[in-house]
């Protein structure tokens, strides 16, 4: 071999060598499933504790009797969150009031809401654009209105952006199909002493496609979640959420999650 054809081969193999070695993420590194996981949990949760401050706000909105209380009040979050809302309103006997006037005959309130916008915390973004049909129900002993039961459906499609935890360093971008299910979700009166649901149950079940993004390499993932929380939240506005086989607490006034096991 010539000496020119050797040196030639030499630097070859250097380039190669120098040019693998430059970017030694591989695109399978950036799969955490753990972190997957988290974020989903948080996202999920927030989504949830966003639904029942959107109820609350049904129960104004309806001119129901003690409205809800909103608890982004309390002021611990960044949202820009925008809301329409429709109402139809029956009596004990499924005949519509119109008007939902006089509201003493009214049993049942159908609230189709929708809502969209975005929001920011700890680590995470989120723009959401969500669609939620509930019927709210007035539970009477006597002639007085004791509890109100929310039930219904929705559907979300959701951008959640996340950096930090377990996988700092890479951002995952989880574009999120959700149907949403309120379940006797139920609370007592008034509001002011029973801020929280005292029972029922939500559920989320996800569909997603998450990027993993590092500086130099990206890959992709599509997943399948089921979040659910179940309700009565404590004096502080803690709440069981599960995911997967974990058990988390999810805060009902700051929308985080924790505690996962």
């Given at each position: ?9 030499i ?6 060598t ?34 029942v ?11 129901l ?6 608890f ?29 006037t ?5 049993r ?7 809502f969209?916008?975005?929001h ?13 049909d ?20 929705g ?5 959640t ?61 599509d ?9 009565p939240?404590?004096a502080?506005?803690n ?15 700051t ?7």
């Open positions: 071999m010539s000496r020119t054809r050797a040196l030639a081969l630097t070859l193999a250097a380039t190669v120098w040019g693998c070695a430059k970017d030694s993420t591989s695109p399978s590194s950036l799969v955490n499933d753990q972190q997957v996981t988290a974020d989903e949990a948080a996202s999920s949760g927030d989504a949830i504790a966003t639904d401050t959107t109820m609350l706000g049904n129960e104004g909105f309806a001119a009797p003690a409205p809800g209380l909103s982004d009040l309390f002021g611990v979050r960044n949202d820009s969150i925008v809301y329409a809302r429709t109402r139809t309103c029956y009596d004990g006997n499924g005949a519509e009031v119109a008007n939902c006089p509201m003493a005959s009214v049942s309130i159908v609230v189709h809401v929708s969209y916008g975005a920011t915390g700890p680590f995470l973004t989120v723009g959401l654009h969500r669609t939620r509930w019927t709210i129900t007035r539970n009477f002993e006597g002639q007085t209105e004791v509890s109100r039961t929310h039930d219904g459906v559907a979300s499609h959701d951008t952006v996340a950096t930090g935890g377990l996988s700092s360093g890479i951002t995952r971008t989880h574009q999120v199909s959700a149907v949403d299910s309120a379940i006797a979700v139920t609370f007592d009166l008034p509001h002011a002493t029973n801020p929280w649901p005292v029972s029922g149950k939500m559920v989320r079940r996800v569909s997603a496609h998450v990027e993993f993004q590092s500086a130099t390499t990206q890959t992709t993932r997943y399948t979640k089921r979040v659910e929380v179940d309700f939240a404590d502080q506005g709440v069981t959420l599960l995911i997967d086989d974990q058990t988390c607490t999810l805060n009902l006034v929308h985080t999650v924790s505690g996962c096991h």
